[in-house]
């Protein structure tokens, strides 16, 4: 059976507006900032350029709140093993972020051996705030293991939405004349969908056409599996498929952005107690900070609303799967600024997760060295 509470805030997601947008489920509140880098052996990174964490990483959080933050927030870090293992009290920690020694200092975690994800909370000052976040968690570890890989999804998704955005509306004010271009560009990079009837307007609308129906400009990028999996089984699957295809929804189409959403609005709306509600935020990379954006308003009345923030998961590094955009395509290295073409794994792209790439070129003449065939010639990131 449906709770009245979550179908109600899923009718919300899917109805409001003219269809399901991530205009009208935005991310659009601005919420704190927290400063966070990422230390392994003797190289420390901002968290913008850390795509996964290991265990034995030194995490180093500091919440960037305004002097004048009226409301004392906990900061509570808490690493997950699985859906199934609810984690140690040991994996939780804690800082009363208005002191003197965590709101100057901040605070170091290292992640466990075992540890699969790990989560940030903010929560406004209570009465049993703690062992009342803990006890939900330890309750239900496996809304929060669903909640941490649908956040990253969300917020990886709307990187490469603003990237296309904000590129777009540059071009547009600067150099008018190459939209076209730079946006066909755009659209193969960060796999953006392109309505090339945008084109067939004047110059003054293309920008405007171009940018809309943000809902349906992420397309899914080849190697997540996101969307809305949550949603398919069972009664509730009915009842999405039969909203999801009326006209008011969007005809059934779901980007990977608003898929994520939709998951997130389920598992969120089904987690609360009478002393905290728990709302997601996305959090939006910048160098070491992390700028939180929320789509609910947050409450500082019971039940007060607890800010839920993803960190990279704990795995594995994985080589993006970059290829070569034409594979017949001849270059030489005399040229002064070679560029390679590739596509393939647009979060390059859009964030600052790939950096250090090293190219190796093979091969047993000197003179072969001059050009290059593609495909690619051996590239690592280190």
């Known amino acids: 059976m449906w709770r009245l509470g979550t179908l109600t805030l899923l009718l919300v997601v899917l109805t409001s507006g003219n269809s399901v947008r991530a205009d009208t489920a935005a991310f659009d509140l601005s919420g704190p900032r927290i400063d966070v880098r990422v230390t392994r052996g003797d190289k420390t990174l901002p968290i913008s350029q850390v ?3 290991q265990p034995g990483d030194r995490i180093w959080l500091h919440p960037d709140l305004p002097e004048d933050q009226s409301a004392h927030y906990l900061l509570v870090a808490v690493f997950f093993r699985g859906s199934t293992n609810p984690p140690p009290d040991n994996w939780f920690t804690k800082a009363e972020t208005w002191k003197k ?10 992640v466990p051996q075992g540890a699969q994800q790990v989560l940030l909370f903010l929560a406004p000052e209570t009465g049993g705030d703690f062992s009342t976040l803990r006890s939900t968690v330890q309750g239900k570890p496996g809304a929060f293991v669903r909640a941490s890989q649908d956040l990253n999804q969300a917020s990886f998704d709307r990187s490469r939405l603003d990237q296309y955005i904000a590129a777009v509306k540059q071009t547009s004010d600067n150099d008018p004349k190459a939209l076209h271009e730079r946006s066909v560009l755009l659209a193969r990079s960060l796999a953006i969908k392109l309505d090339p009837q945008c084109f067939d307007k004047p110059v003054e609308q293309q920008t405007s056409c171009l940018t809309q129906h943000t809902d349906q400009l992420v397309l899914d990028d080849g190697h997540s599996q996101s969307m809305v999996a949550a949603l398919t089984s069972g009664t509730s699957s009915d009842l999405i498929g039969q909203l999801s295809n009326t006209r008011l929804a969007g ?19 089904s987690l609360h107690t009478a002393t905290y509600q728990y709302i997601p935020a996305l959090a939006l990379p910048n160098h070491h900070q992390l700028n939180l954006k929320l789509n609910n308003p947050p409450s500082f009345r019971k039940p007060k609303s607890v800010l839920v923030v993803a960190l990279p998961a704990v795995e594995p590094a994985q080589l993006p799967p970059l290829r070569a955009v034409d ?15 590739v596509e393939g794994a647009p979060l390059v792209f859009s964030t600052a997760l790939g950096h250090d790439f090293v190219m190796r070129v093979q091969s047993e003449t000197v003179p072969a060295l001059n050009c ?7 590239v690592v990131a280190s």
């Open 101 to 110: 020694k965590a709101g100057e200092e901040g605070i170091v975690i290292t």
């Open 372 to 378: 290059l065939r593609s495909p690619m010639p051996h």
């Open 251 to 269: 005809g059934g189409y779901y980007s990977p952005y608003v898929g994520a959403i939709v998951d997130l609005a389920r598992i969120m709306g």
């Open 327 to 341: 594979s017949n395509q001849v270059f030489c290295l005399q040229r002064p600024a070679l560029v390679l073409p």
């Open 51 to 53: 795509p996964n964490l």
